[in-house]
Each structure stands twice: as structure tokens, then as C-alpha cells.
């Protein structure tokens, strides 16, 4: 008699969390880049993982790597609530030199790889590898179907690009069957897709596979001497070549509102995370978190609701097209097209315009703020103004090209030793 179980009920997903982001900069001094904050209350790494919940995944492992304690202690908080009794469960994997006393993980496939042994006590059908870095709504469900109807090798999420912003991924050259045809890093000339010459097909970093196909392949790789044991540079192009590799679109999987445009971002730079965080303050934002029929699951600490305090005409505590979290305390403070997570306090005369507050920051009375990204933690002394002068904040903050200024506390500290 046929299966006729969901194919997510006998698949897991495999999440890759162990780089860290250089491109942040200091913002993943401390932690990994998938253990960044976003949107309020919420981890990068959560949309990965709620993707998986909500499409009816429910066994999961993540590798980490770089600095893992702060996306550990996350996943032990805010994703604890599986039952190893119903055979659901989300294992963390650290590199934890298993395989040899001198190796940690040496590329994304690797980390799957030293892993075998693990993924084959889930007793599963199907593996889905994810990038956790990613900000996006997906059901993995339609892909995996895809992948068994097309009775591919591995299918290959994708997102449907112009094709002048494809030269910075891994491009998919495809068939009219979607089949993948060839596989290019970086091309300066992108392929089109076969439906507009004005798109291409850029990789997702997620890929299907059947896992006894993809445990065979990884015992394979692990024993060329000449591969880096990446899915992306090594295991996909193979299977272009020798197998079959077929795409998925994915817009054919988006979750998101009627009318609304498929969201995925890679917030990878302070530019891109300070607007796609900015972002959610828009009327109507194109990345909705208030869906309650998709909901992306997270750490919920225990807070009070935000308190906005004094009324007089230079000292209101007001926040105007904002979103602001459990916990803070808006004190004769005007916050203006900015967000800010839990347990921020600001204190009186001060101003925050077009910023983005991590956790636990304390801004002191007349500070301007503009255009700020602000480390979790950080002390803004009273009076500091940034964001007004980008040759006087280069001297002791990070400000990029496009006028985006990075606060940590070692730059504050910095900054008031100099006073």
C-alpha cells in the first residue's frame, strides 16, 4: 500500500548556521550571523525554522560554527517546544571535530557529511538543506512534491532575478521542463530563463534530495581530495552534469498575501539589514508578520507592553509610523519611522529618526540619532548625535556608502574616551 503521509512528515530539514557573516561587520563580532536580531523580536535564523514548522517539518538539525552560543541559547529558549515522544525534535550540531581531531566543518557539504551517522538515526525519506541566514516565507512542502513528481536528484530552490542582479549568485541555466541545464557562480553574463530573457534564476541555497541519494554523494566528496565540499561549488554542479537537477521556482511556493510580491532577502550587509528592517514600518510592508496562518516562531521573553511617557512640547514621548516592542520605555522621546526591540528605554529630548534599536539599549537625554543601526546593549551618552555628520562619525563609528551608521559599545566607549 502507498504512503500517503505528507512527504514533509518524512523529510527534515538540515539547517547550515556556521558562517558568520562578515559582511555585518561588528554586528556579528559576538554572535553568528543567522543569531542577528530582525524585525522586532525575532532571530534571522527563525524564518528558516518556522518555514519548516508551518510546512509540517518537524525534525531538524542546525550545524553551527562561528560563535554559536548566542544562536544556542536562542534555539534552546525559543524552539524547545518539540516532543521527542512524537518523533519530533531539533537537534543542534555543533563542529565538534567528530570525524578527526583536526577538522571542523570545511564547507557546507562537509557539515551534512560529518553529520551521516546523526540524519541516518532520523529515519527519514527526504533532507532539505537550508540556508539560515535568509529572511523569506516558504512552504517546503510544494517543493518537495516537485522534487518527487520530477523525479529529480536534487531540486534546487531558486528565485526569479532581473538578470543584471544576477552576476552576485550562483546563476541556473534551465530547460522549458525546469530541468537545470548548467550551473554558474557569479557569470558576468547571466542565462535567461526560457519564459523572459529578462530574468534569471538565481540559487536559494535550498536544495531536496532523497537522503540515500545525497548520503552516497557526500561519502563520494568526502573522499576527493580536490573538492571543497560545497553543495554550491561542488555537489550541484556534479549532478547538473551527471544527474538529473531540476529547478523550483520560488514564487510557486512564496507564502504571502494576495496581491502582495514574493519577499527574500539577504540582509548581509548593514545597508540591507537596516531596510529591510525599516521596511516593516511602512503602511502596508511587503514582509507580513502579522499573518497568523504563517507565523514565524521565536524566543517570546517575558515584557511589559511599551510605555510612552510626557506630554509637555518639547518632551513627548511619542512614536510616529515606528514599531516598538515589549518592554520599552519611550520617555519624552520623539521616535520617528525607526524600530526598536524589547527593553529599550529612551530618555527625555532625545530623537531617533529612521533607526533600528537592538535589545537592551539605553539612550540618554538629547541624543539624535538618524539613520542608525544600535548594537544590543549599547549606552548612547546623552547629547551624542549621529547620522548628521558622516565625516565627523567615521572618526570613531561604522558608516557605509550609502549613509548607514553602525553604533557597538567599543565605538561609544571609544568615542567618549575622546571627549
Excluded at 27 to 53: C, E, H, M, Q
Excluded at 364 to 383: E, H, M, Q, T
Aim: charged share 25%; hydrophobic share 40%.
Amino acid at each position: 500500500m502507498a504512503d500517503t503521509t505528507r512527504l514533509s512528515q518524512r523529510s527534515m530539514a538540515f539547517v547550515l548556521a556556521g558562517g558568520r557573516g562578515s559582511r555585518l561587520k561588528e554586528l556579528t563580532d559576538r554572535r553568528v550571523k543567522p543569531a542577528v536580531y530582525f524585525g522586532g523580536k525575532t532571530r534571522i535564523i527563525d524564518f528558516a525554522l518556522s518555514n519548516a514548522v508551518n510546512s509540517g517539518i518537524r525534525r531538524m538539525a542546525v550545524a553551527t560554527q562561528y560563535k554559536a552560543h548566542s544562536l544556542i541559547r536562542h534555539c534552546q529558549r525559543g524552539w524547545n517546544f518539540f516532543r521527542a515522544e512524537r518523533n519530533e525534535f531539533l537537534d543542534i550540531l555543533p563542529a565538534s571535530q567528530r570525524v578527526s581531531e583536526d577538522m571542523w566543518y570545511r564547507g557546507t557539504a562537509d557539515a551534512v557529511t560529518q553529520n551521516i551517522d546523526i540524519v541516518d538515526s532520523y529515519g527519514i525519506e527526504y533532507i532539505v538543506i537550508l540556508a539560515g541566514d535568509h529572511i523569506y516565507k516558504m512552504d517546503y512542502e510544494k517543493m518537495l512534491v516537485q522534487h518527487v513528481e520530477s523525479g529529480a536528484d536534487v531540486t534546487v530552490g531558486c528565485l526569479t532575478v532581473p538578470r543584471e542582479e544576477a552576476t552576485a549568485f550562483g546563476v541556473m541555466a534551465v530547460d522549458e521542463t525546469s530541468r537545470i541545464t548548467s550551473f554558474l557562480e557569479k557569470p558576468a553574463d547571466p542565462p535567461a530563463t526560457p519564459e523572459d530573457p529578462s530574468k534569471a534564476l538565481a540559487s536559494m541555497g535550498i536544495y531536496v534530495f532523497s537522503w540515500k541519494y545525497l548520503r552516497e554523494l557526500l561519502l563520494a566528496d568526502a573522499d576527493d581530495p580536490n573538492s571543497a565540499h560545497d553543495f554550491g561549488n561542488d555537489l550541484i554542479p556534479d549532478i547538473v552534469k551527471n544527474g538529473k537537477a531540476v529547478a523550483h521556482r520560488f514564487d510557486d511556493s512564496c507564502v504571502k498575501a494576495d496581491g502582495a510580491p514574493s519577499y527574500w532577502r539577504d540582509v548581509g550587509t548593514i545597508d540591507a539589514f537596516w531596510q529591510a528592517n525599516i521596511d516593516l514600518t511602512d503602511f502596508t510592508p511587503e514582509l507580513d508578520l502579522w499573518d497568523r496562518q504563517w507565523p514565524i516562531w521565536t524566543y517570546s521573553e517575558t515584557a511589559p507592553p511599551a510605555k510612552f511617557i510626557h506630554d509637555e512640547s518639547d518632551r513627548r514621548g511619542i512614536a510616529i509610523s515606528s514599531m516598538v516592542s515589549g518592554g520599552c520605555v519611550i520617555s519624552g522621546t520623539e521616535v520617528r519611522n525607526s524600530l526598536l526591540f524589547t527593553q529599550v528605554h529612551t530618555n527625555s529630548y532625545a530623537v531617533l529618526d529612521q533607526s533600528v534599536v537592538l535589545p537592551n539599549v539605553t539612550v540618554n537625554r538629547s541624543a539624535r540619532l538618524r539613520k542608525c543601526v544600535i548594537d544590543r546593549g549599547v549606552v548612547i551618552p546623552a547629547g551624542l548625535i549621529v547620522g548628521e555628520d558622516p565625516q565627523e562619525d567615521a572618526k570613531f563609528f561604522r558608516v557605509t556608502d550609502k549613509g548607514t551608521t553602525l553604533v557597538t559599545q567599543p565605538m561609544v566607549d571609544a568615542w567618549s574616551a575622546a571627549q
